[in-house]
């Protein structure tokens, strides 16, 4: 078994059950009992049964398709990275599935099971022994929320702590001293390198981010502005700078502390990160940390198919941002 192809009928034999109940197990057929599904779907992770989802491509080398697999296709980031994903797979002749999913399971089925030549992951649900079932069954698989390298695994990420720091510097160039930060999510890779190296910025200095000042904005601008509303109502002493995860919850932030009667940038300077569109629009404009979700979007599809075809090895891609100067950061002045 261990240089052959693993089937459903090995499955099956090893499970004690009939290839139809083994079948139900794995396409989610509500049947069986929960316990017998669950030992189905144990012994078929055991065996790396991958299932044959499209029997048609089994004659071609490849089906022309590429999945990008997702948590979320709300807000701005995910909307320009997938459009260009999906010119960029026009460009190659690729056509492309979009997968939102939190079932790690049915994302696997999907990827393994020949329905695609290779695979964009920006999806949290997709943990370390999916990622070793990747290496072992030679998936060309690009990651864009964590950083790791294989034969045919490649990692296309921002530079995101090195951006922190950078954030954390310029505001110290201007003359803060005090610091708050607008948290996006706690289980984001961005967000926790973003934070980290911010942190990393202001020990530098001398500073440490008191923890209560790290306020939360799960990246959207009505939760910033709430979290930050609730925390003006505590009435602590005002941070000199503001730092958020993404433009959107530093837009609410700003809201917040105008709404509030606090100036912006002359009682609090506050920085974003992505510089999307409406950033340079709203009042003041906002500071930001420019990433490029287009550029993301794009090498990721290049090294997909790179991989793809042999013609490269796994790599990490990183991309750096640099710092655009608006009208809501300012020298401190008093």
């Keep these: 078994m261990a ?23 794995l396409n989610g057929v509500d049947v069986l009992r ?9 012994v078929a992770e055991r065996l790396n049964y991958v299932p044959n989802l499209n029997g048609r491509n089994l004659k071609s080398q490849h089906t022309k398709v590429i999945g990008l697999f997702l948590t979320s296709i709300r807000g701005t980031y995910y ?7 999906y010119q960029e797979c026009k460009n190659y002749g690729y056509e492309l599935n979009i997968f939102v999913s939190e079932c790690a399971h049915n994302m696997m089925a999907n990827i393994l099971g020949r329905r695609m030549d290779g695979a964009i992951i920006l999806n949290k649900d997709i943990k370390e022994k999916e990622t070793i079932l990747f290496q072992k069954t030679q998936t ?8 790791l390298q294989g034969e045919r695994m490649s990692s296309v990420v921002f530079d995101s702590y090195h951006e922190g720091e950078m954030v954390a510097q310029y505001l110290l160039s201007l003359g803060h001293h ?15 390198k973003r934070l980290q190296g911010f942190q990393t910025g202001l020990m530098q200095a001398g500073i440490c981010l008191d ?27 005002l941070p000199e700078a503001v730092f958020a995860a993404n433009d959107l919850s530093a837009i609410g932030a700003v809201k917040a502390l105008t709404d509030s009667g606090i100036r912006v940038p002359e009682q609090v300077s506050v920085i974003g990160c992505d510089d999307i569109e409406i950033s340079s629009l709203v009042k003041p404009s906002l500071t930001t940390m420019r990433t490029s979700f287009e550029k993301q979007g794009t090498l990721a599809v290049k090294h997909l198919i790179a991989l793809i075809l042999g013609e490269e090895k796994g790599c990490i891609d990183v991309l750096h941002g640099r710092i655009i100067p608006r009208e809501s950061t300012c020298t401190r002045r008093f």
């Design 3 to 25: 240089t052959q192809k693993v089937t459903i009928k090995d499955v099956a034999r090893e499970a004690g059950v009939s290839i139809s109940t083994v079948s139900n197990a």
């Design 34 to 42: 929960s316990e017998t599904k669950q030992h189905i779907l144990d």
């Design 79 to 85: 909307n320009i990275l997938a459009d260009a994903v």
């Design 140 to 147: 060309p698989t690009i990651f864009l929320d964590r950083e």
């Design 178 to 192: 005090t610091f708050a930060y607008v948290n996006g999510a706690n289980d984001n890779y961005d967000n926790m």
């Design 211 to 237: 923890k209560s000042y790290i306020i939360e904005g799960r990246f959207e601008k009505e939760d910033a502005y709430n979290s930050m509303k609730q925390f003006l109502q505590l009435g602590r002493p």
